[in-house]
């Protein structure tokens, strides 16, 4: 037995596998088809569809247990996985943690273990055909709801720069690069829900859009921070004034993303959110690098 593997009672008096917790791999292929699993019949809850996925490591987050267990179960590659988001359901002392993840490439799946008799690619209408983990079962309308989103974090770089006085003005340019290369930070460790403005049981992995202009255009888009599997820093120069090419972006993302905007400007966040997305102030994003910076 491995680390962390093991029954445990969760406060609702219920057992669980998982001593640290579980988590499970919720993959999108290009297709918009997820992959589940069909559980062995010795398996807790056996014989029913299900995620790869299982218990969770000493040590181990949550996103890498799941994309362990998706290779080991499913010979899933961790270089095909772009993750997105997570969600957790807290039972009382245990606790199952949904990776939300697309294909990067595609993904030849094959039963690699006993705890597996088949895995499908099946079309979202049509999992709740089948006969459902009863957890998977009752997570599955919310999890369906946010198939194939991401979070796209727009940052209005003129207004977060120019937010706390610490000298911007003698170098736009290298004030824009030094913003671009902190918010790898956000794409790499990922961000939760409440410190967007979005619902408090979810966590992101952003793609961030970085918006530039004047001086600062001729900076460069930055080489993500995702280790390989999460999103990209890129910096998008605003060929006229910057708020108009924020509205631009946020237009090309939203409603099919989720999509918040970083801006203090009155008028500009009026104009986003009649597009549909979110927004939030300066102050909250760098209160955020500031965290990861520690």
Known sequence: MASGDGFVWCSGGHRHWGTNGAAGLLLVDSECRVLLQHRA???HQGSTWALPGGAIHDGE???AAAIREAGEEAAVPPDAVRVTAAT???HGGWRYTTILATARETVRER???AESTE???VSPEEVGNFPLHQDFAAAWPAL??????ELVLVVDAA???GSRPDGWWRDRAGAAARLRDSLGALVRDGVRGTDVALAPDWCWWPTVRLVVEGQARRISS??????GTGGTVEVVAAERDGDSAIVEVVRASAPREQVVVVTADRELRSRVEAEGASVVGPGTLLGLLEVTER
């Open 144 to 149: 369906h709801a946010q198939l194939g989103r």
């Open 119 to 121: 895995l499908r690619w």
């Open 88 to 90: 957790a359901v807290d």
């Open 41 to 43: 019949s010795w398996t």
């Open 111 to 113: 039963v690699m273990n």
């Open 159 to 161: 207004n977060v720069v």
């Open 222 to 227: 930055g080489d993500g921070a995702g280790g």
């Open 61 to 63: 987050s949550p996103r």
